[in-house]
T-cell receptor, first 111, second 116 residues
Framework: RKEVEQDPGPFNVPEGATVAFNCTYS??????FFWYRQDCRKEPKLLMS???SGNEDGRFTAQLNRASQYISLLIRDSKLSDSATYLC????????????FGAGTRLFVKA | DAGVIQSPRHEVTEMGQEVTLRCKPI?????LFWYRQTMMRGLELLIY????????DSGMPEDRFSAKMPNASFSTLKIQPSEPRDSAVYFC??????????????FGPGTRLTVL
């Protein structure tokens, strides 16, 4: 079983749609959580951190459920510019510092 | 502020040759990471440094790979000898030392390596 698993996608949605991505992690020592966005042939960039209380940044909402070891990202009112790969990222602090990236979920937003 | 700088952006070499990838982290960042990304395996952490000291190199695939950080503003990833299966995009990332929960990593543009 992979340490971080994501919906593989691709998700094909029309502009204005709401889309949700899910991510599960297997290590209970996971301490911090993020969603990164990666455009085609570009580097990953931080989209938002994920907090236990849930957090929102404009059209984006991230949620964390530690009991179920589950992270989600909700995008409302999708724009063409949201088309990208969304990476779920988990940091473990078990003596050291270990960052694990999910394989990513591809999103295509169409006009 | 300049972000993470990597060079070269593209490298094409022949099997058996030595390849050196370079990275300049964001000034003031204490952590530096080297990643490799392929379609098959996604993004994999190879090694990371804290204050120029290698902390965890368990992701380095084999002895052909080595990484150094001689000072706070420069790191190299070397592959010797290179093989076709090393073809990938290699990213360098840096992160500030922080007491908050948000250990954000800032990625460079990557080096696209092709080994023929």
């Amino acid at each position: 079983r992979k340490e971080v698993e994501q919906d593989p996608g691709p998700f094909n949605v029309p502009e204005g749609a709401t889309v949700a991505f899910n991510c599960t992690y297997s290590n209970s020592a996971s301490q911090s959580f993020f969603w990164y966005r990666q455009d085609c042939r570009k580097e990953p960039k931080l989209l938002m951190s994920v907090y236990s209380s849930g957090n929102e940044d404009g059209r984006f909402t991230a949620q964390l459920n530690r009991a179920s070891q589950y992270i989600s990202l909700l995008i409302r009112d999708s724009k063409l510019s949201d088309s990208a790969t969304y990476l779920c990222v988990v940091n473990l602090r078990t003596g050291g510092f270990k960052t694990i990236f999910g394989a990513g979920t591809r999103l295509f937003v169409k006009a | 502020d300049a972000g993470v700088i990597q060079s070269p952006r593209h490298e094409v070499t022949e099997m058996g040759q030595e390849v050196t990838l370079r990275c300049k982290p964001i000034s003031g960042h204490d952590y530096l990471f080297w990643y490799r990304q392929t379609m098959m395996r996604g993004l994999e952490l190879l090694i990371y440094f804290n204050n120029n000291v290698p902390i965890d190199d368990s992701g380095m695939p084999e002895d052909r790979f080595s990484a150094k950080m001689p000072n706070a503003s420069f790191s190299t990833l070397k592959i010797q000898p290179s093989e076709p299966r090393d073809s990938a995009v290699y990213f360098c990332a840096s992160s500030p030392r922080t007491r908050s929960r948000t250990d954000t990593q800032y990625f460079g543009p990557g080096t696209r390596l092709t080994v023929l």
